[in-house]
């Protein structure tokens, strides 16, 4: 592991080590909630390496691609999560770990950033960019609007409620253009501030890097399988409901490297990258990693569409316009994340009720 600094060695042995814990528990029979526990640090830390490995072979390919291809390839834990949890019929948690990931990041990580930065900035406003979080308002309201038709269609009984499926493929080939048609121009237009906080160049050679990017990856597709074994018998332990499992736990665990990576460059005075690094998250969960899995899961026995409780559209359409409201014109105060950070706190009470 030539390379790579002594924290990063002590780290790539942390995730193995509770990798390997997550499989004896999975497989030797211990209690549902420490299976499940073990499970959960397991994945952020995998989540870790492979958000770590993309970077350093991005690195060899500018700053646009490198946030693309790190935003891509760091959903991969999450993208195996909601695949297990469709094939076991896990619909809720399926749907709620997607929405939980925009909810989470658009409003309890966008709200801390927003408060660290505005503390650190001498007149209490922390400013950046307009155009990112316009660009990502934009794709987050494509996307409600996508699945707000499909919940009106479907309170109303009218014919299209009988195609859901269909139309929601449909929405999905449609929002994945879209996207495309903005992701292009962005990674090969002039370059965005370089991604989370890191060397100007590459520090661990090419050859480690893609291994650790494998590694983790096919890591993740293990230890998803086993948190989504742990997961209902431990939340039926721990009286939790699926929607807060999915909404809460799997989402926060799942993007935990953006998470901490946003807040600290927040810390450092960085707004337009600590912005940028929760924004991209948010606009490729909502208008690529959704449709992307609406059109994977096509062949499993439950396939994910865009049809929603309508609680979480109200909560989806209200989140767009907050988030448009406090960041669109480049600027927000601490209260402002404080705001954001109380809806994403009174929306997960909602769910320990659902």
């Known amino acids: 592991m030539g390379g790579l600094s002594r924290n990063a060695r002590l780290a790539l042995v942390g995730v193995v080590a509770f990798t390997a814990l997550s499989g004896v528990g999975r497989y030797a029979g211990w209690t549902p909630v420490l299976a499940f526990a073990l499970a959960t640090a397991a994945l952020a830390g995998l989540a870790w390496v492979v958000s770590f490995a993309t970077e350093q072979v991005g690195e060899r390919l500018g700053p646009a691609a490198t946030g693309l291809l790190q935003s891509t390839v760091g959903n991969l834990p999450e993208l195996f999560v909601v695949l297990f949890a ?47 979080p316009r660009d990502t ?20 009984h009218d014919k299209a409620s009988h195609h859901v499926q269909g139309v929601s493929v449909v929405a999905a080939v449609v929002l994945l253009i879209v996207y495309l048609t903005w992701v292009v121009p962005y990674v090969r237009g002039p370059a965005p501030p370089t991604p989370v906080g890191r060397a100007t160049g590459p520090r661990v050679g090419i050859a480690l890097a ?56 927040a810390h450092k005075g960085k707004s337009d990258l600590a912005i940028s690094v929760v924004k991209n998250s948010v606009s490729q969960i909502a208008a690529f990693l959704f449709p992307l899995l609406v059109l994977i899961s096509l062949p499993f026995a ?11 559209v109200g909560a989806l359409a209200l989140m767009a316009i907050a988030v448009w409201q406090i960041t669109g014109d480049g600027e927000a105060a601490a209260f402002e994340g404080f705001a954001l950070i109380a809806l994403y706190v009174v929306l997960a009470a909602l769910t320990l009720y659902e």
């Open 302 to 312: 439950t396939p994910l569409t865009f049809a929603i409780s309508p609680v979480y």
């Open 137 to 156: 308002a934009t794709l987050l309201l494509l996307t409600v609007f996508i699945i707000a038709v499909v919940a009106l269609s479907l309170s109303s």
């Open 86 to 132: 469709i094939d076991k019929g896990e619909t809720v948690v399926a749907q709620t770990s997607i929405l939980g990931s925009i909810f989470a990041n658009a409003m309890l990580v966008l709200g801390l950033v927003i408060v660290v930065g505005a503390r650190r900035s001498r007149d209490g406003i922390m400013r950046f960019s307009r155009q990112l």
């Open 210 to 265: 893609v291994v650790l990017l494998v590694a983790g990856g096919v890591g993740s597709a293990f230890v998803s399988d086993w948190f989504i074994n742990a997961l209902r018998p431990a939340i039926d332990r721990l009286n939790l409901t699926a929607a807060f499992a999915g909404l809460v736990i799997v989402a926060i665990a799942g993007n935990a490297v953006e998470n901490v990576a946003g807040v600290v460059l």
